[in-house]
């Protein structure tokens, strides 16, 4: 049975920082693609930061330079390491893992940056 679970999540006030972990078994998460996407209420999920099994990344526009996504292939874990957070990047966030047709989400943590 595969898992993703996600922890990390919290309160932060603007400017903040906080690390997102992503936690696999069940697979192994270094040939697969991991993702963290979010989702602020009303509006779409959306993808964040992606690093592929080639280790290529991929940022979304608003969180280049503020947010990095990095691998620990020891402890089948990715991390979402985000800085100078703003009240936009309040949301639930998620980790995804895909390997071809092969995909998987984990359960979402909230993230809230507000005063």
């Known amino acids: 049975q595969v898992q993703l679970v996600e922890s990390g999540g919290g309160l932060v006030q603007p400017g903040g920082s906080l690390r997102l972990s992503c936690a696999a078994s069940?697979?192994?998460?270094?040939?697969?693609?991991g993702d963290w996407y979010r989702q602020a209420p009303g509006k779409q999920r959306e993808l964040v930061a992606r690093?592929?099994?080639?280790?290529?990344?991929y940022y979304l526009d608003s969180v280049k330079g503020r947010f990095t996504i990095s691998r620990d292939n020891a402890k089948n874990t990715v991390h979402l390491q985000m800085n100078s957070l703003k009240p936009e990047d309040t949301a639930v966030y998620y980790c995804?893992?895909?390997?071809?047709?092969?995909?998987?989400w984990g359960q979402g943590t909230q993230v809230t940056v507000s005063l």
């Open positions: 069940g697979i192994i998460f270094s040939i697969y693609a």
């Open positions: 690093r592929t099994s080639g280790d290529t990344t």
């Open positions: 995804h893992a895909q390997f071809g047709l092969l995909d998987y």
